[in-house]
């Protein structure tokens, strides 16, 4: 204990203040001398919260909206998200099986990766759209990847407001590209050995509002003005094989309506499309980026929007760009 300095022991009501019971023995405590008194110590300052340090790894959700159609997406993406999340911290929904995802599921994760595998139609509902936006609302990061996506919903405010992508045309015709910016400056091809070889029309897409192009179709900066859009190689489904033809969606110029019935002809007989035949980007729009991954820095929210399925890459590259792609979006 301290000692202090006292003016005595004068239990007296001039010194302490009126008698609140007169006549009853009391106690009486020590009065500390003005100005002669120890300092009280101060209270501890409040231990700061401690800064996320910059490898933090994320809690994940994926979720698997393949719809059954194609190579699965959960086994071909567990293993490099696994490797990337926080330990125990890396779940999975299927939309098929469970039905849609709520949000009470999504807000467990850091960051919800959307997977549609070779989905064309309904590849993210806008029930779901707006449950993503409630997600990104309150704080979550969102990577989508799926080579149609942009073909189905590229024109749904979801597409252009909450991710900032421009869908340009459906199919890159190349298989190779290249990340840049923020990205770094890595080299990928789809659909190579040890992949799961299923990418058809992996979409080219440009940055939109404020986002960036991260990654280039055939070479980093390409523009679309290099690009046709056609299967990168066979397409297995003949349905949606006629409806690419049929209905070349993007920045594209529309196939006359007398030369459909011969590249589609071209197309099931397991033909290429001949140079002449190949809906091209429009003139208007060859300037726009050639992009294969756009990322949008929203500021209280992260997107990464990839045109076409990481399924499409072999094992090693997968986790690279997950790696990648998780990086930047918990920064």
Do not use: H
Request: aromatic letters at 6%; one cysteine or more; a neutral charge.
């Amino acid at each position: 204990m301290v000692p202090v300095g006292t003016d005595g022991f004068n239990c007296t009501v001039a010194e302490w203040g009126r008698d609140p019971a007169p006549g009853v023995r009391k106690g009486c405590f020590i009065k500390d001398r003005p100005g002669s008194g120890a300092a009280p110590t101060p209270a501890p300052a409040p231990t700061p919260a401690p800064a996320p340090s910059a490898g933090k790894k994320p809690r994940v959700l994926l979720v698997d909206d393949d719809m059954g159609q194609g190579p699965d997406v959960t086994a071909a993406l567990r293993d490099a998200i696994k490797a990337n999340a926080v330990s125990g911290g890396a779940f999975v929904w299927n939309t098929q099986s469970q039905g849609a995802v709520p949000l009470s599921e999504m807000k467990r994760a850091d960051i919800v990766v959307w997977a549609t595998g070779e989905q064309y139609q309904n590849t993210i509902t806008a029930a779901d759209q707006n449950t993503l936006r409630q997600y990104v609302a309150g704080g979550g990061n969102l990577l989508i990847t799926g080579q149609d996506i942009g073909y189905d919903i590229g024109t749904s405010a979801f597409y252009t407001g909450t991710l900032k992508a421009r869908f340009v045309a459906d199919s890159s015709g190349n298989t190779k590209f290249v990340t840049g910016g923020a990205f770094g400056s890595t080299a990928f091809t789809l659909n190579a050995q040890g992949s799961a070889a299923n990418q058809y029309y992996p979409d080219v897409i440009a940055d939109l509002g404020g986002s960036a192009t991260v990654a280039s179709w055939g070479t980093a900066n390409a523009t679309a003005g290099t690009i046709t859009a056609q299967s990168i190689r066979v397409d297995p489904n003949r349905t949606r094989a006629a409806q690419k033809v049929q209905d070349p969606r993007g920045l594209v110029e529309r196939l006359a309506a007398n030369i459909l019935g011969g590249v589609l002809n071209q197309i099931l007989g397991g033909n290429t499309q001949s140079a002449q035949n190949r809906p091209r980007v429009s003139a208007q729009s060859a300037g726009e980026n050639a992009g294969a991954i756009v990322a949008n820095d929203a500021g209280s929210y992260r997107t990464v929007t990839m045109g076409f399925g990481l399924e499409g890459l072999t094992p090693n590259s997968r986790n690279i760009l997950m790696k990648t792609s998780f990086d930047w979006l918990m920064k």
